[in-house]
């Protein structure tokens, strides 16, 4: 039995960032809106609490806030000759779960792609020629660095973003980082005090020539109040940021920068503990008639809706396409189909510099708190020469002393015992890490699809995850570590190790929860599965919007670019779409 | 842990009368609709349950013995710090295993169980508690068969060889236990209870925390960010408080 609800302007699968940017900028039109959330209702006060959030056995070990795989799992390999089989434990990646999805407990940096990111495949075909990008299948996304300028601005002020200028108005500003885009203007704060770990790496780059940066953080250096009128506080460096919520109010989420606004609008509404199951299509499957749900009693509804916003956590979209019968299923033989394509990660690869005379206090920490280096980040040096594209940010952002996760020891260390132990206590304080974050660039096998075989707890299949690391990737991860090396020696210390990348994706040891791809954006729509305003190219009232859009991914963290895309799609319904509702704002 | 979710639920439910309403009025329902102001509530927070030493909930008593030995040998008694036994390892392991941990209930259980690429991950079909079942039987079982003792009764040096070749994968357990994955849970439990909170049983009076330098449950340390190179001055504090907060007489 399905219970038949009222009608709503707009439902939202999923409250976390893009579902709350949504809901802002809808609800400000006049339209009435429902998100409807998989995970229960959070809030600071009661589910951050200060009292006892700074457990790490219970956030950051046992995941309380993240998404259980006991709900929803998936399938994983490296390669279609081999069987997937599910993640019984998340570990490699980890999705979020209830209101403010991982926007809760993300680290909070925050990067605006570049120009070069956007128009990728154009501008290597014209540096490098298109062979050297034969074996891969990179895209355009159909937008520039310039189109998307004021959307980045929008969502940094929303989120009070701590950093230093590069380049405002195409002037170069001292301090920030050369090689970003021109932008309109200077972040909303400044940066945060540095600890010591980033200023001894600050200064060893600027030893060989390179060109550190403080990097762009969601931690607020100073007390904010953002456009909407949101107080937040002062971060305090308490080094308990990712995987755990911000009791403080100094991490840009959903609860700290948008919901005390928007939960007191008469016309939204949020219902959590309720699973969408799939979006339900007219008769044709030309349009969405509303989404089905369940809540956690197994009562199923339907919620009829004249617009359909897929705001999940990017593989979460692609799924609930795939369920849906929205677009067609990517198969990776004959090249056909778009939903599923082009499912990307993040290369990385990472550096320990052992010192014996330093105290690093590794306690002292922020999710964001850091420097980077982008000298050898997307095509901001020249391949020319090179057997690879693509490049990493170089970040020295340590982000916690926390012991049951973060216990460096000298390569060679027993695992227990005394050795054990007195190697624990000597590398503790005085170790400096440093990591490459890297590009991730699409290639045939690699995809999303529906597993033949294992279902979720509704009786649905999962997804599958078809991933390994490509050559090119890995080519240009060892160029970086390389580089690294540099570095590292420049910083001295009695000894350092380099952990390089290797082929054979390990779903296994936590490495990036930056999926992206699976429903990208681009202008063919036989090779991207939504428009450049994120809307579906096969059932128009239905948006998809989040890091599926990413058509490969850069060598930075995706959130910055996930707000700019929630704004812009924002305005495109807003002043588009709904002037003419259910037709494409692109004709195909 | 394991009530972790009802218990949160169930209490605000009660105690959160604000704009809430279930969906339907017959419905038994936790879902929620909210609109119009954000919903809190006092006191509706959900901290942990304080581990309280005394007795075994998941071990035997025999079973208890051998994992105090070998909490004993992952970590010893020396002049940095106290041995996991007297830390309370063994005590946080059995408080683990009767919940969430112990259970799996909040990982993917559903089969086939497959066998599966190192990358994949575990794909057994025990959970936690039913290895450590399985697996102390099997350790004790192997030992009295090859040395006629109990993993307590051998020397500390014979203690830690077992481990190493446990940890190698080099011993053959009966019942088809693999040794350097049973090795594997008892070393990642065993460095959990001693680096967590003490709330959790282990870590007695931030026995691990004090040997790193790591000061706790803190949340403020902006007035020593600057301070570089230079050691933090304060104690460590734990959720439950400071030991000499909870004595009487301290």
Known sequence: ?588 | MSHRYPVRMNRRLFLSSVAMLTVTATSPSFARSLSGSLPWAPMASDPPMQVLPGGWQFFTPQEAALVEAIVDRIIPADDLSIGGKEAGCAVYIDRQLTGAFGTSSRLYTQGPFLPALPTQGYQGEANPAQRYRTGLAAIDSFLKQRDGKSFAELQPTEQDAFLTAMEAGKVELPNGVKSSGFFGLLLQNTMEGFFADPVYGGNKDMVSWRMLGFPGARYDYRDHVSKHNQPYPQPPVSIEGRPEWLRKGA
């Not at chain 1, 570049?114 to 990728?120: A, C, K, L, T």
Request: proline letters at 6%; glycine letters at 12%.
């Open chain 1, 1 to 588: 039995m399905t219970t038949i609800l009222p009608r709503k302007d707009v439902v939202i699968v999923g409250l976390g960032w893009t579902g709350a940017i949504l809901a802002h900028e809808l609800t400000d039109q006049g339209l009435d809106v429902l998100a409807i959330e998989r995970g229960p209702w959070r809030d600071t006060a009661t589910d951050f609490n200060i009292g006892y959030v700074q457990d790490e056995l219970r956030y950051a070990v046992r995941r309380d806030l993240f998404l259980q795989p006991a709900v929803e799992t998936m399938t994983v390999r490296n390669n279609p000759s081999q069987t997937a089989l599910p993640m019984r434990d998340f570990g490699s990646f980890l999705p979020g779960n209830g209101v403010g999805g991982a926007g809760v407990h993300w680290n909070g940096h925050t990067w605006r792609f570049w120009d070069s990111d956007f128009q990728i495949r154009t501008n290597l075909t014209k540096k490098y020629g298109a062979s050297r990008i034969a074996d891969l299948q990179v895209q355009d996304w159909g937008v520039t660095g310039a189109e998307m300028e004021p959307y980045y601005d929008q969502y940094e002020y929303l989120a009070g973003i701590s950093g230093k200028a590069g380049n405002i108005k195409g002037q170069l500003q001292e301090g920030g980082n050369p090689f970003e885009d021109p932008r309109s203007r200077d972040y909303p704060n400044p940066p945060m005090q540095m600890t010591y770990a980033p200023t001894l790496f600050a200064e060893a780059g600027r030893s060989i020539g390179l060109h550190p940066f403080p990097t762009p953080s969601a931690n607020m250096s100073r007390n904010y109040v953002n456009p909407l009128g949101i107080a937040m506080g002062q971060c305090t460096y308490c080094g308990f940021c990712e995987r755990f919520g911000c009791a403080n109010y100094s991490k840009s989420s959903a609860q700290t920068t948008i919901l005390p606004v928007l939960m007191k609008k008469a016309n939204f509404e949020v219902r959590t503990d309720s699973e969408v199951l799939h979006v339900d299509l007219a008769p044709g499957g030309k349009s969405a008639r509303g989404v089905t749900y369940v809540d956690t009693s197994g009562e199923e509804y339907f919620q009829p809706a004249d617009l359909v916003l897929l705001c999940a956590y990017g593989l979460h979209n692609a799924r609930l396409m795939m369920l849906s019968g929205i677009g067609k299923i990517y198969d990776p033989v004959t090249g056909k189909g778009t939903v599923g394509r082009n499912y990307c990660y993040q290369t990385n690869a990472g550096v320990q510099v052992f010192f014996d005379d330093k105290n690093f206090n590794p306690f002292i920490a922020a999710g964001a708190l850091g420097q980077t280096i982008d000298d050898y980040n997307g095509d901001a040096f020249d391949h020319g020469a090179l057997d690879f594209v693509g490049g990493s940010g170089i970040n020295c952002i340590p982000t916690n002393g926390r012991p049951i996760g973060t216990r460096p020891t000298l390569p060679g260390t027993p695992k227990w015992g005394s050795a054990w132990k007195k190697a624990t206590v000597e590398g503790y304080k005085s170790t400096l890490g440093f990591s490459s974050q890297g590009s991730s660039y699409a290639t045939r096998t690699n995809y999303l699809d529906l597993d033949p075989t294992y279902k979720d707890r509704f009786g649905r299949p999962l997804m599958r995850m078809t991933f390994d690391f490509p050559d090119n990737d890995i080519r240009m991860s060892n160029y970086l570590c390389d580089r690294m090396e540099e570095i590292a020696k420049a910083l001295g210390g009695k000894q350092y190790n380099v952990s390089r990348r290797k082929k054979g994706w390990d779903s296994v040891p936590y490495q990036s929860t930056h999926n992206t791809g699976g429903a990208i954006m681009g202008t063919d729509p036989g090779k991207s599965a939504v428009n450049t305003f994120l809307q579906s190219w096969d059932v128009p009232n239905v948006f998809v919007i989040g890091a599926s859009a990413f058509p490969q991914n850069a060598g930075k963290n995706p959130t910055g670019t996930v707000g700019a895309l929630a704004f812009r799609a924002a305005d495109a319904i807003r002043n588009q779409y709904l002037r003419n509702p259910g037709a494409p704002l692109v004709q195909a």
